[in-house]
């Protein structure tokens, strides 16, 4: 079983205050590069793609030389939003088992947690690293409550999130907006698999995200 992993990071930060949340440092190393070292040290990767936007694109070829990215493929220009940055970045890649896609942004997915989605998407045809919700839920019209779903039955979705090629490249075709790409799948009548995914797989979107990642690698630092 092969996979070919597309790190998405060509996104805006504004709520980052503008600071690119990218190539923003956590404990000394780049977010991305976070995330691209847990794809590199992944042994189901064979290849990774990383869309970022344009003007970043030299530093982040550069940042992969630095840090050994040795299964990175091309670093291209990512889109406007996720779904024309997932096209360009799988006009890259060549027919393999397994296509996993992943937030840039979410630099704590260990090697073993991505190899999980990998294995239950070759199984199954799909698959998401998700966590059950810890807060009740409301759903909410005009400010009022309408209903409270059953919080056993939600969970919040994460990245890696990854399917079979043929599939993917069903999916990928698709100009829907979308927040991921299991709702791609889900829309074509593909079922999807949950991976039990990590509390600490958290995504870096505010400034507050940074605190909390800090806290998380100090823990993990602890721990080794």
């Not at 344009?54 to 982040?60: C, E, P, S």
């Amino acid at each position: 079983m092969n996979c070919t992993a597309v790190i998405l990071g060509a996104g805006s930060a504004s709520r980052m205050n503008g600071v690119n949340k990218q190539l923003l440092m956590l404990k000394g190393i780049p977010v991305i590069m976070r995330s691209a070292l847990n794809f590199e040290n992944c042994p189901e990767v064979t290849d990774i793609i990383i869309a970022v936007k344009k003007d970043d694109t030299k530093a982040v070829e550069k940042l992969c030389k630095e840090y050994g990215i040795t299964k990175l493929k091309k670093v291209c220009e990512g889109g406007n939003n996720r779904s024309e940055s997932a096209l360009k970045a799988f006009s890259y890649t060549e027919e393999c088992d397994v296509i996993a896609i992943h937030d840039g942004a979410r630099p704590f997915a260990s090697p073993a947690l991505i190899s999980n989605v990998i294995r239950d998407a070759y199984e199954n045809g799909g698959a998401i690293s998700a966590v059950p919700v810890k807060d009740t839920i409301k759903q909410v019209k005009q400010g009022f409550i309408e209903d409270t779903p059953d919080r056993s039955t939600l969970y919040s979705a994460q990245t890696p999130q990854a399917f079979l090629y043929e599939i993917y490249s069903e999916m990928v075709k698709s100009t829907e907006e979308v927040t991921d790409d299991a709702q791609l799948a889900e829309r074509l009548g593909y079922k999807v698999k949950i991976t039990e995914g990590s509390y600490n797989n958290i995504k870096i979107t505010t400034p507050v995200d940074v605190l909390l990642g800090d806290m998380i690698l100090t823990e993990d630092e602890k721990n080794v």
